[in-house]
């Protein structure tokens, strides 16, 4: 039992360089989300999926894009990376509706240079 | 605006102490308060609950204390250990979905001593 997946682990970009980083759950989850974590920041939502074909923005959206073409993915695109973007990036999911919890992946560390 | 306030940032406890986290929130329409333990390199994890038709929940070493009327709440650990040494958030939420649809604190950094 997987549970939910990221990859890469690490990543060192160069500014003004794109990726993708990937995030996959084979719980069934119908929502998942990324957030990122900086120090003395917390957990601060990017954007979340409610469903396939469904995103929206959250707190921190600017600078990334989302899409969910299957229940199964959503993978975060930095579309120009710039140094600000240097973060822990966890992907998380879980059921809809009640007290269902959410399930972290074990984060991605990217350092843009 | 950070909706769930959280201190200390950083807490340091003897082996066999309490430790104490705090936290704040000012929407009263929260409804759900869950705590979440992320050890170095691993993501967060839930790892106790609360509704406000309780005062306290207990799980083991750990229990949530929630004063409704201060709107606050809190974590203690019992006999603290080594391996309680993670960092430790709050959350709140509201509504039907609220096992997801959290506002975080800003964590505490907790790191308990031989």
């Known amino acids: 039992n997987a549970g939910v997946t990221q990859t890469p682990k690490f990543q060192v970009l160069k500014t003004g360089q794109s990726m993708t980083l990937q995030c996959a759950q084979d719980?069934?989850?119908?929502?998942m989300s990324w957030y990122r974590q900086d120090p003395g920041m917390g957990l601060r939502l990017i954007h979340y999926?409610?469903?396939?074909?469904?995103?929206d923005q959250g707190e921190v959206p600017n600078g990334y894009n989302v899409s969910r073409s299957t229940t199964e993915d959503f993978p975060l695109r930095l579309l120009s990376a710039a140094p600000s973007q240097t973060s822990v990036y966890f992907c998380?999911?879980?059921?809809?509706?009640?007290?269902?919890?959410?399930?972290f992946g074990n984060g991605t560390r990217l350092t843009v240079t | 605006q950070q909706q769930v306030k959280q201190s200390p940032q950083s807490l340091i406890v003897q082996k066999g102490g309490i430790s104490i986290i705090n936290c704040a929130y000012e929407?009263?329409?929260?409804?759900?308060f869950p705590w979440y333990q992320q050890f170095p390199g691993k993501g967060p994890a839930l790892l106790i609950a609360?509704?406000?038709?309780?005062s306290e929940k207990k799980e083991g070493r750990f229990t949530i204390s929630f004063n409704k009327s201060a709107k606050q709440f809190s974590l203690h650990i019992m006999d603290s250990q080594p391996g309680d040494s993670a960092t430790y958030f709050c959350?709140?939420?509201?509504?039907?979905?609220?096992?997801?649809?959290?506002?975080f604190g800003k964590g505490t950094s907790l790191l308990v001593t031989p």
């Open positions: 998380a999911s879980s059921y809809l509706g009640g007290d269902s919890p959410l399930h």
């Open positions: 719980m069934n989850h119908e929502y």
């Open positions: 999926s409610v469903g396939a074909g469904i995103t």
């Open positions: 929407n009263t329409a929260f409804d759900y």
């Open positions: 609360i509704r406000p038709d309780v």
């Open positions: 959350a709140a939420s509201r509504g039907s979905n609220s096992g997801y649809a959290l506002n």
